[in-house]
């Protein structure tokens, strides 16, 4: 972590530089700061560190949370707290598409471990650990409210439920083909698996 | 049986506006806005006895004229749908099925409390429910529901979204207004209360989801019908969200009252144990309420019918009582571990703690790591002792609630499941069959 703070306090201008909202990404920005009274436009945070998130890459890093708080005209450290403290925030690089089992009671009483073992077994890597292409990060997660269709995982915004091993060998196959970044902020959400 | 929040959820699009409008929507916002002050629904709300139906049940007509109202200052309605107590998933149905029913609360509720601007804080997590109610906003907005002057009268007002970054301590009022302010989620000393000093300083109320959104039954037919519905206290309808090992997992919308056997066993609601197994234990309202066996949750210690109702669930206490909470029911049959689910529970408790209170964010690690030794065999007996002392250590030495709900599940599977705990730390072995072949069974 130490070297994350690093990062924020001694930022590569270079870096920073790459770093910019597209244009339609910016008037989304503006308009999630519209939402809030003159002058607390830092209540916009979480939502744009979203978009930041799916914008740059799956993760925020020093770089991006310099600009976020030039976008909000707030202090970098107060970014990096807020990052910090929420779970969906990564602040390491992680795959295109990050699977989030969920292994709280509910899913852990209907085989939450087993879909974990298999996944980690199907994709050759632990929890927590990216595959070597770069495609998939494996993640366990806390109740994500999807009890009464237990088991479950989430992958950006989309949420697979009921699974079955047969379901896990489906969604794999298609976000390997589809083979593009997922995040909480995707419009297609669906579930079609 | 009477429903009232989502008896139109299989209506083909019911998240429309005009299907929900067709369907008699936004009624409430009609009768308020046009015949009634804003005090009148406020009484109205208050007749009506609903409770909180986030998990505390405090009745909120009272939370509501708790709200300071000092001149040239603005209110806030802040609609908590940070959902994330285990085994509760009912307001994201409300929320993705029927998203006007929401909105129309907010407006109706906003007006009641003279709130120009309100806010409906979501979980991360939920972003895609977060799309939906986008939508449902814009389509309130252009049809006129929201905005200036809304029906022709004085009243104007805004509604937003805002998505949270994944934190169950966000659930809690006060750091959900930190979270809603771009902070982190860690509570705030009270006093001062929300209704004095809220979002950005401003008085606020924060009301969950379903809460919200019973108000607009309570503005359409009374509160005094509304009274009606249900036993005592416990008025109304309740979404309960039914899990774990059930052949019909799923929301249930109840008239409070319903017996749990009846919930439990029922073709209506979860049509009984899954694979022909008997039932063992229930946790009634989300994974902080006291957990109870088979004996304890059908019937009260005094051998009375349990009913679904805030007083019949709290029935004896924590010996022998649990709480209606948040209505997340998870049902455990004969095979589970209770020392298993425990584990999954302090786990989540630890890794949500924000840190602030010493108690709460060592305690639910230290009693992470004795159940831990539970499941790897090296625990002794003398580890349940420790277990109890821990909890009873957090419970009340908290900023927050969040160092109760860590501690009472704690507190209840060893009150009513000692025995489990000893025979493995005897044994020095743990075989868990709780979920083994489960989902085989479900594959094939």
Redesign the interface.
């Given at each position: 972590m130490s070297s994350q703070v690093h990062g924020v306090q001694h930022f590569d201008k270079a870096k920073r530089a790459e770093i910019k909202f597209s244009e339609e990404a910016m008037k989304v920005v503006q308009t999630i700061i519209s939402?809030y009274?003159e002058g607390?436009q830092?209540?916009?945070?979480?939502?744009v560190?979203?978009i930041a998130q799916a914008e740059f890459g799956g993760w925020l890093s020093p770089e991006t949370m310099d600009y976020i708080a030039s976008v909000?005209k707030?202090k970098p450290i107060?970014v990096f707290?807020?990052a910090s403290?929420?779970?969906?925030?990564n602040l390491q690089p992680v795959g295109k598409c990050v699977l989030e089992v969920c292994?709280?009671?509910?899913c852990?009483?209907?085989?939450?471990?087993?879909?974990v073992k298999y996944i980690e077994k199907k994709l050759s890597i632990k929890v927590g650990e990216t595959t070597k292409d770069g495609m998939f990060t494996l993640k366990v997660?806390?109740?994500?409210?999807?009890?009464?269709?237990?088991?479950m995982l989430?992958c950006g915004?989309?949420?697979h439920e009921?699974l079955?091993?047969?379901k896990v060998d489906n969604l794999i196959e298609k976000y390997k083909s589809e083979n593009r970044l997922r995040s909480?902020?995707d419009?297609d959400?669906k579930n079609t698996i | 049986m009477k429903k009232l929040l989502i008896h139109n959820d299989k209506v083909p699009n019911i998240h429309t506006l005009d299907v929900y409008r067709a369907q008699g929507g936004y009624a409430s916002v009609e009768k308020a806005l046009k015949t009634m002050t804003p005090d009148q629904v406020t009484e109205e709300v208050k007749k009506s006895g609903l409770r909180g139906r986030g998990g505390a049940g405090f009745p909120t007509g009272m939370k509501w004229s708790f709200l300071a109202k000092p001149e040239g200052v603005?209110r806030y309605l802040v609609c908590n749908a940070d959902?994330?107590?285990?085994?509760?998933?009912k307001d994201?149905y409300l929320m993705e099925k029927i998203p006007h029913a929401l909105i129309e609360g907010m407006i109706t509720s906003s007006y009641a409390l003279g709130a120009k601007t309100s806010?409906i804080y979501i979980?991360?997590?939920?972003?895609?429910v977060a799309?939906i109610l986008e939508q449902a906003i814009a389509e309130a907005y252009a049809a006129g529901w929201l905005g200036k002057n809304i029906l022709g009268t004085d009243f104007s007002h805004?509604c937003?979204v805002?998505?949270?970054?994944?934190?169950?301590i966000c659930g809690e009022e006060t750091a959900l207004l930190e979270?809603?302010?771009?902070?982190?989620?860690n509570p705030r000393i009270k006093p001062p209360f929300p209704a004095v000093a809220g979002l950005?300083g401003c008085p606020t109320v924060v009301n969950n989801v379903e809460t919200i959104a019973a108000v607009c039954p309570i503005v359409n037919m009374g509160g005094e019908e509304y009274a009606k519905i249900g036993i005592g206290k416990s008025t109304g309808t309740k979404l309960i969200?039914?899990?774990?090992?059930i052949n019909k997992?799923?929301?249930y919308e109840i008239e409070l009252g319903v017996p749990v056997e009846e919930f439990i066993f029922s073709d209506e609601y979860c049509g009984g144990i899954r694979n022909g197994k008997k039932l063992k234990a229930v946790?009634a309202g989300g994974?902080s309420v006291p957990i109870l066996p088979t004996e304890l949750i059908l019937k009260t210690a005094k051998g009375e019918p349990r009913l679904m109702t805030y007083e019949s669930l709290a029935d004896g206490g924590f010996q022998t009582g649990t709480m209606l909470g948040s209505g997340?029911f998870?049902v455990?049959d004969e095979d589970?571990s209770i020392v298993?689910?425990l584990f999954?529970?302090t786990?989540?408790y630890h890794?949500?703690s924000?840190g602030q209170c010493s108690p709460c964010r060592e305690g639910t690690g230290w009693m992470e790591k004795i159940l831990h030794k539970f499941l790897d065999g090296t625990a002794n007996e003398s580890d349940v002792d420790l277990l109890w002392d821990i909890q009873s250590k957090i419970e009340g030495k908290t900023i927050c609630p969040l160092g109760e709900a860590a501690a009472w599940p704690v507190a209840a599977a060893i009150r009513h499941f000692k025995d489990e705990f000893l025979e493995i730390a005897r044994k020095k072995k743990f075989t868990d069959v709780?979920?083994y072949n489960?989902?085989n069974k479900?594959?094939a």
């Open positions: 939402h009274p607390k830092k209540s916009a945070l979480l939502p560190l979203h909000l707030i107060e707290e807020v403290f929420y779970t969906m925030y292994q709280t009671s509910s852990w009483l209907n085989g939450a471990e087993d879909i997660a806390e109740c994500l409210g999807s009890c009464g269709t237990a088991p989430q915004a989309s949420f009921n079955t091993y047969e909480y902020t419009l959400y | 603005p959902e994330s107590e285990p085994g509760t998933f994201r806010y979980r991360g997590e939920y972003f895609y799309r805004d937003h805002q998505v949270g970054g994944g934190a169950y979270s809603l302010e771009g902070k982190r989620g950005w969200s039914a899990s774990g090992h997992p799923g929301v946790v994974s997340g998870i455990m589970t298993k689910n999954t529970f786990r989540f890794h949500e924000c709780s979920h489960r989902l479900i594959s």
